[in-house]
């Protein structure tokens, strides 16, 4: 049974957060699963909320404690569980919708048409709800997916990543022999571009600059640093002037979602999966005369188990992304080392 209380990082405005050790450890409704949190990873959106700017969507109030990438250990199960059991590790993905919309009934819960409305049972855990900067944490047992005994939970708390990498790459429809274009290779985007040779992908190139670059051409992808070399030429020669497949978008810039509709070929697809916090003129002419498709892509429904897949075939290699590590009680530090970037910062993991 775990402690009565617990230690927490709590943001109590924007700006403003400490690290608490008498936190009143979450209760475990049905349908639940109460886990110690083995590992949490830093989200670039957990940044924004943080600084208040997403406020009252994210969070709807204040104090509140976020992180949603997160892997641990069961510790109860509420009344109506029977898949997992204490001692179970899991990984979790941070939404979970409120089943009976009909966007929910389709699979689609990332776009829950109750979102945010807790009384209909949709929870987006550091997000409309107390989240896993924490010892432990109380979610439905719908979000989380079940780990084998002795599994890394450092390189398991990058499932919900994962998990919006695949969605995005999904969202692409790649077929065998595309060749797709990945802009931006951070967190997001170092797993989308092993996501779209996983579907098939003939050729995979990855734009971007500095160490996250490099890691990409380590693991053996093309790649074109934006900062020395014209992207739209490189892209248009190395295609042979048609242009690629798909594109998908991850770096969340209005010049790069332009970037990507002006690079795709006639009849190709763009998916833009980086959030901008401002909108892009785009050339609207070549969405009728070239027929090119712009899709977007939230979160990561139903990817869980799927992710699990593909780590456990070797499609997917996650923890050599995570670059560093510290305790709960370390969290500034690891805050501004992922923020800043220090000592080329990629996947900052908090241990509690």
């Not at 432990?136 to 890394?152: F, H, Q, T």
């Not at 708390?157 to 790649?174: E, P």
């Not at 590590?325 to 992922?338: D, G, I, M, R, S």
Request: hydrophobic letters at 40%.
């Amino acid at each position: 049974m775990p402690e009565s209380v617990m230690e927490a990082v709590v943001v109590l405005e924007p700006n403003k957060y400490e690290f608490q050790q008498e936190v009143p450890v979450p209760e475990v409704g049905p349908a639940e699963v109460l886990c110690r949190v083995g590992a949490v990873a830093i989200c670039g959106t957990d940044i924004g909320i943080i600084s208040g700017k997403f406020f009252p969507m994210w969070p709807p109030r204040w104090p509140f404690i976020i992180g949603h990438e997160w892997a641990g250990t069961v510790e109860e199960v509420g009344p109506g569980i029977t898949g997992y059991k204490p001692g179970d590790l899991v990984a979790g993905s941070s939404a979970v919708g409120c089943g009976h919309c009909r966007n929910c009934m389709q699979g689609r819960y990332n776009i829950c048409l109750n979102y945010g409305n807790v009384d209909s049972g949709h929870r987006q855990y550091g997000f409309t709800v107390h989240g896993a900067y924490a010892q432990y944490i109380s979610v439905n047992a719908r979000c989380v997916v079940k780990l084998p005994p002795g599994s890394n939970l450092a390189s398991a708390s990058l499932y919900d990543t994962a998990g919006i990498a695949l969605h995005i790459a999904k969202q692409g429809r790649i077929e065998a022999g595309d060749t797709v274009v990945i802009i931006g290779p951070g967190a997001v985007g170092s797993v989308a571009y092993q996501c779209a040779r996983a579907l098939g992908a003939g050729r995979v190139i990855v734009v971007g600059r500095g160490s996250r670059l490099d890691k990409a051409a380590k693991m053996g992808y093309e790649t074109v640093n934006y900062e020395q070399t014209d992207v739209k030429e490189f892209i248009k020669e190395a295609t042979g002037g048609v242009g690629p497949d798909v594109v998908l978008e991850c770096a969340g810039t209005p010049g790069t979602i332009v970037q990507a509709v002006e690079m795709v070929k006639k009849g190709g697809r763009v998916v833009v999966g980086g959030i901008t916090q401002v909108d892009a003129p785009l050339p609207l002419r070549r969405f009728v005369l070239d027929e090119i498709e712009v899709i977007g892509s939230r979160a990561a429904p139903n990817a869980l188990s799927e992710v699990h897949a593909l780590v456990e075939s070797g499609a997917l290699e996650l923890l050599s992304l995570v670059t560093h590590k510290f305790p709960l009680k370390e969290f500034a530090n690891a805050l501004e080392t992922f923020r800043d970037r220090i000592d080329g910062a990629l996947k900052v993991v908090v241990e509690p």
